[in-house]
T-cell receptor
C-alpha cells in the first residue's frame, strides 16, 4: 500500500483561529485522498473526498466553508479547520487509496481547541 | 444511510487463545471489506481485506470470513498476543474499481488480551 505522512501529529489552538493539517502520499501519486474525523471512543467518520485539481466532495452534514480542503498536487492534500471552536476538537485522519485495493491511513492529527 | 456495525464493543481474551470479532453490514451492494487495527492515538492499520466474490481469506494469524447471505463479516485472530490489544474496525466500500469512495466504518471492538 501507499505510505502516508500526516502533519502535525497534534496541535492546540485558540478558539476562533484556523489550523491547517497536511497529508502527504510519499510514494504514490494520489489523485484522491480522504479525510476522516474521529471523536473519542467513536468510529471514523468520512468527512470529505479530496480530488486533485478539483473541488472536494463533502459528506452530508460537513460544512465545506469550515473545513477547507486543498489538493493542489498529486502528493499533498491539506485540511484547514477555519474559525475553530472547542466542538471541533477531534482526531483528524487522512487516507490514500492504493493502486489496486486497500486504503492506507496517516497517523492522525489530534486537534484541541481551547 | 446504511452503516456497518459491530456486535460487541469489548472483547477480553486470554493470551494465547483465539479471538473472533464480528461485524454486520447492511448494504448488500458492498463489494469490498477491510479490517483495521487502531492503537490509541494512532491511525488505523490495515490487517486484512476481502472482496465480495470470496468467503474466506487468510493472513498471518488472521482470517476473515464473509457471509453475504446474512451480511456478516468476522475477523479471527489466532494465538493472541499482548500486542494484539487494540480497537478493531471493519470497513466497507461499494465502488472499488468504479471510482474512489471513502470507507464506511463500523463502531469498533476493543480487544483486550489478558496475560
Amino acid at each position: 500500500g501507499a505510505v502516508v505522512s500526516q502533519h502535525p501529529s497534534w496541535v492546540i489552538c485558540k478558539s476562533g483561529t484556523s489550523v491547517k493539517i497536511e497529508c502527504r502520499s510519499l510514494d504514490f501519486q494520489a489523485t484522491t485522498m480522504f479525510w476522516y474525523r474521529q471523536f473519542p471512543k467513536q468510529s471514523l467518520m468520512l468527512m470529505a473526498t479530496s480530488n486533485e485539481g478539483s473541488k472536494a466532495t463533502y459528506e452530508q452534514g460537513v460544512e465545506k466553508d469550515k473545513f477547507l480542503i486543498n489538493h493542489a498536487s498529486l502528493t499533498l492534500s491539506t485540511l484547514t479547520v477555519t474559525s475553530a471552536h472547542p466542538e471541533d476538537s477531534s482526531f483528524y485522519i487522512c487516507s490514500v487509496q492504493g493502486r489496486t485495493y486497500g486504503y492506507t491511513f496517516g497517523s492522525g492529527t489530534r486537534l484541541t481547541v481551547v | 444511510g446504511e452503516s456497518v456495525g459491530l456486535h460487541l464493543p469489548t472483547l477480553s481474551v486470554q493470551e494465547g487463545d483465539n479471538s473472533i470479532i464480528n461485524c454486520a453490514y447492511s448494504n448488500s451492494a458492498s463489494d469490498y471489506f477491510i479490517w483495521y487495527k487502531q492503537e490509541s492515538g494512532k491511525g488505523p492499520q490495515f490487517i486484512i481485506d476481502i472482496r465480495s466474490n470470496m468467503d474466506k481469506r487468510q493472513g498471518q494469524r488472521v482470517t476473515v470470513l464473509l457471509n453475504k447471505t446474512v451480511k456478516h463479516l468476522s475477523l479471527q485472530i489466532a494465538a493472541t498476543q499482548p500486542g494484539d490489544s487494540a480497537v478493531y474496525f471493519c470497513a466497507e466500500n461499494i465502488k472499488v474499481g468504479g471510482g474512489a469512495d471513502g470507507l464506511t466504518f463500523g463502531k469498533g471492538t476493543h480487544l483486550i488480551i489478558q496475560p
